[in-house]
């Protein structure tokens, strides 16, 4: 079974460009989730998708951020513009939640890294 | 609100040793508790969870966990650490199988030759 999938593994941006992150989920996975990794932390989460609608996204700075799952496959994560503190490593994990409970699978990540 | 705490930072233990880490959680119902690991430059590997039935859970890589409930803690224990097990260890919580699935800090593992 392939895992999760994430690119690119590693952006350098200056602060203020824009970037994007994309991310395919195991296949049949219906729930998906961004977190943010900042050095030394654990995982925040950003955004869960459940099929192509949001369930959660309290965390998201929408001014910056925004993602979408437009066809319930893939995603995209995105910041414009970014700033020195949204260095970090962007993961992306998927879950099918239903009569039989799973726990979360991660992709590698990207990490990102502003200047 | 659900969170999770890991009292400890960074624990250093020698090759062979006996190793807990601990996690303490705040939920009102009976949580979902994961422990991930996270090598250098690696994604999450899930270790070991607990949805219901034995509180003491068996996992991968000779690792074991134990659900207590009276102490809201879900520790993870292994009873001969390998130089391999240094890496980043999660814990984390989750209420369903549609909900969120909240973090701890981490705690990092050094192993001693």
């Known amino acids: 079974e392939a895992g999760v999938a994430q690119s690119p593994r590693y952006k350098i941006i200056e602060k203020r460009q824009s970037v994007a992150f994309w991310c395919n989920p195991i296949?049949?996975?219906?729930?998906l989730y961004w977190y943010q990794q900042i050095l030394g932390q654990g995982p925040k989460l950003l955004i869960q998708?459940?099929?192509?609608?949001?369930?959660?996204d309290s965390q998201l700075p929408k001014d910056r951020f925004s993602a979408e799952r437009l066809k319930g496959v893939d995603s995209t994560l995105k910041i414009q513009p970014a700033k020195l503190e949204d260095s970090a490593v962007y993961l992306c994990a998927s879950s099918s939640p239903g009569q039989v409970i799973t726990e979360a699978f991660f992709g590698q990540g990207t990490r990102l890294t502003v200047v | 609100a659900q969170s999770v705490t890991q009292p400890d930072i960074h624990i250093t233990v020698s090759e062979g040793a006996s190793l807990e880490l601990r996690c303490n959680y705040s939920y009102g119902a009976t949580p979902y508790l994961f422990w991930y690991v996270q090598s250098p430059g690696q994604g999450l590997q899930l270790l070991l969870k607990?949805?219901?039935?034995?509180?003491l859970v068996q996992g991968i890589k000779g690792f074991e966990a134990e659900f207590k409930r009276s102490q809201s803690s879900f520790n993870l224990r292994k009873p001969s650490v390998h130089w391999s097990d240094a890496a980043e260890y999660f814990c984390a919580v989750s209420s369903t199988s549609y909900d969120k699935v909240i973090f701890g800090p981490g705690t990092s593992l050094s192993v001693i030759p």
């Open positions: 296949s049949g996975h219906a729930t």
């Open positions: 998708f459940q099929n192509n609608g949001v369930v959660d």
């Open positions: 607990y949805f219901s039935g034995d509180t």
